[in-house]
């Protein structure tokens, strides 16, 4: 397995094991990850800092050129929110875990010309499952759904 | 002028004055506000706290009707974060200061939506050009881009 996916996914059992939404990121440049973060709705009470954004809020403040070279990893799908990040700043490439459990904004994310590699990763699928099942409410906030009910 | 607006310029304020990015915006709900912010990338060294999302993020935790029945107000034409952001939480609606020195995603939010009240006020662009005069490289950072040079 890709060593970042693996931390991306590391990142996401953080989460899980604190009591959060398992989903996790990391953001790679030249080879090293700069920045590593996971899901904090639950644990910090964020309605902003999915996986994504804490991965790029942890990777601190950068100049342009440094987003314009980064690969971001991210263990789902990213939303529209995530999506809209990874364009403002430019990053060219978005490896993720899996789109089976949400599918985000990747129409988006490929009309505006980044490059998307999705696998279909079985310890991604089942860190949601497992979350979903145990927390649907948390789920479901957390991507501005009323849930089932 | 309308007192949302109005807040979300003295949040704007508020950053400038604090030596920040001078954007500013407010979350309403039912005619209240429900989350205040300003970009902290200066303050904080933020990544992600525009404006918008320092008052979604202000603002807590909140079930997906709410978000379907407030209005954002921001000082300056969202960016494609705070865009998704708003496309995410199914925001219907988003006044706006200003779109002469930045114009955001405004097409993404018009296709998903969103209803869109464009005002063209001089408090929200001098705050804007006295900023960006001042500290070019900053704003530039802030939307992605090296700057001029």
């Known amino acids: 397995m890709d060593p970042f996916m693996q931390a991306a996914i590391e990142e996401a059992r953080k989460g899980y094991e604190a009591g959060g939404v398992p989903i996790g990121s990391v953001l790679v440049h030249r080879g090293e990850i700069i920045g590593r973060g996971h899901n904090q709705r639950q644990q910090r009470g964020s309605a902003i800092l999915h996986g994504e954004m804490d991965a790029l809020e942890n990777a601190g403040r950068l100049p342009a050129h440094v987003y314009r070279e980064a690969v971001l990893y991210t263990t789902l799908s990213p939303c529209p929110m ?3 990040a990874i364009v403002l ?25 980044v490059t ?17 099942a145990e927390r649907p409410e948390v789920w479901y906030e957390d991507i501005g759904e009323s849930g089932a009910s």
Chains 1, 2 share one sequence.
């Open 82 to 84: 995530c999506s809209g």
């Open 89 to 113: 700043y430019g990053i060219p490439e978005v490896v993720i875990g899996e789109n089976t459990t949400f599918k985000g904004d990747e129409a988006l994310l490929r009309e505006r010309g």
């Open 116 to 132: 998307l590699t999705i696998h279909d990763d079985s310890q991604c699928k089942s860190l949601m499952a497992q979350f979903i």
